[in-house]
């Protein structure tokens, strides 16, 4: 099976700087939150929601975390050499598409599965009967996301199954929240609910072995009865509230600045137009300067004639059509502005005009997306 290609490009000139101690002072506040004994899920997804996903496990590994939360098993596989204390936790529930081999090694190497219909239990228990490993299964109950989960009497029957299942040991159970991120916390109080019900009546509390969870990031910051055993974090890790709080229980602190030179300098005479479609023209001489970096690496196109970026100090505006590697800024009241001078395009401040928080509202979405579109090639630096 083919999981890498043969070489893999770094574009040196573009630094996304990965600030270890940021995220593992956000690991640290977000524990405080909860009781000593919950434990951390770090979560890795996406590239590490751009941070780049070997950088981040080996960040964390001088963390106290206890699990790494991917995506799909081929994450999985990829960081399965780095880590080592830890348990890693496939959040994709496992499903027929599966090889046997990939059944066999999350079996074998002790990593964890969700596992959503009776289906997929008569597929790992079929590819696994001939041999003697056991598949550690976490299994998602409905309680009003409506994505993954299974409803009450299904998960019950599941877990029956699952019980009985000489290769499947239930190793957690656990929901997600729908709304956590909102201000109207009414309608996660009532997914707990549900969640809590499942859990009395099926006895989960008394079963040592299972795993409890249910808080992301948000829940975890603003709803301590969704801790439960184990809290799986994302975004906060990073240094970002899912929604921004005007007063946080806990400081979170930007893991990542992205950075490029400046590569060329250039004087537009008033009245003459910057990149495609003509959409700047200033009404002044203006000097601009080209960053090598556009919307194939992550940087919006419609950021194009709003974003801001700075050079030093100085808060610039990007002029002109953001292109597909490129990207133009009004730089005319720069001091001493020089080529080969490193450009801030996202930074690592909440409040700055080009932090994750202000390049989302420009863009229309959320503070995840701005850090997750950084490309892979984007040169990770760890600070
Ligand atoms: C992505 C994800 C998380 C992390 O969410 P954040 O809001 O980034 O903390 C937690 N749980 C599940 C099931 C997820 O898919």
């Given at each position: 099976?083919?999981?890498y290609?043969?070489?893999q490009?770094?574009r040196?000139?573009?630094?996304a700087?990965?600030?270890s101690?940021?995220?593992l002072?956000?690991?640290s ?11 951390f ?8 929601y751009?941070?780049?996903?070997s950088?981040?496990?080996n ?15 081929y994450?999985?596989?990829?960081i399965?050499?780095m880590?080592?204390?830890?348990s ?5 529930p ?7 081999d990939?059944v ?6 002790g990593?964890?599965?969700v ?14 009967s ?8 976490h299994v ?14 299904l998960a ?19 929901t ?10 009414s ?19 008394d ?7 249910a808080a ?9 009865e969704?801790?439960?055993?184990m ?24 893991a990542m600045k992205l ?7 250039k ?5 003459d ?14 000097t ?7 919307y194939?690496?992550?940087y ?7 974003a ?10 990007v ?8 990207v ?7 001091p ?15 409040r ?10 420009l863009?229309?979405t959320?503070?995840?997306?701005i850090p ?5 090639h984007?040169?990770?630096?760890v600070?």
């Open positions: 099976m083919r999981f290609r043969s070489q490009l770094i040196q000139d573009l630094e700087h990965i600030y101690q940021a995220m002072a956000n690991v506040g977000l524990k405080n939150l909860c009781k000593g004994e919950t434990k899920c770090a979560v890795i997804k996406a590239n590490a751009g941070h780049g996903i950088e981040t496990v960040i964390l590994k001088k963390a106290d975390v206890d699990f790494f939360a991917v995506a799909s098993i994450e999985a596989i990829h399965l050499g880590v080592k204390k830890q890693i936790l496939i959040l994709e496992i499903n027929t598409t599966y090889s046997p990939q066999a090694i999350c079996a074998r190497k990593i964890h599965c596992l959503s219909s009776s289906e997929d239990l008569d597929f790992v228990s079929e590819t696994l001939t041999g003697k490993s056991v598949l550690k299964v998602n109950i409905e309680s009003g996301m409506g994505r993954n989960g299974l409803d009450a009497e019950s029957e599941l877990i029956e199954r699952i019980d009985r299942c000489p290769n499947t040991s239930l190793a957690g159970v656990y997600h929240l729908a709304t956590a991120d909102e201000e109207d916390l309608y996660a109080y009532v997914q707990l609910e549900k969640f809590n019900k499942f859990l009395d009546e099926n006895s989960i509390r079963r040592e072995e299972v795993l409890i969870h992301n990031s948000a829940a975890t910051i603003k709803i301590p969704s801790h439960f055993d809290v799986r974090c994302g975004i906060a890790m990073y240094g970002y509230y899912s929604r921004q709080m005007p007063d946080p229980p806990v400081k979170l602190t930007p950075q490029a030179p400046i590569v060329k300098l004087n537009i005479v008033a009245g137009s910057v990149s495609y479609g003509r959409s700047f023209i200033p009404g002044k001489d203006t601009v300067a080209i960053v090598p970096l556009g194939a690496d992550g919006w196109r419609s950021f194009s004639n709003r801001k970026m700075k050079v030093g100090d100085s808060v610039v505006s002029v002109g059509r953001v292109c597909m590697d490129q133009l800024i009004d730089v005319t009241d720069v001493n502005v020089a080529v080969g001078q490193m450009v801030t395009i996202i930074d690592n401040d909440h700055s005009p080009c932090g994750a928080y202000a390049l989302a509202e863009a229309g959320i503070c995840y997306e997750i579109c950084v490309h892979s984007v040169n990770r630096i600070h």
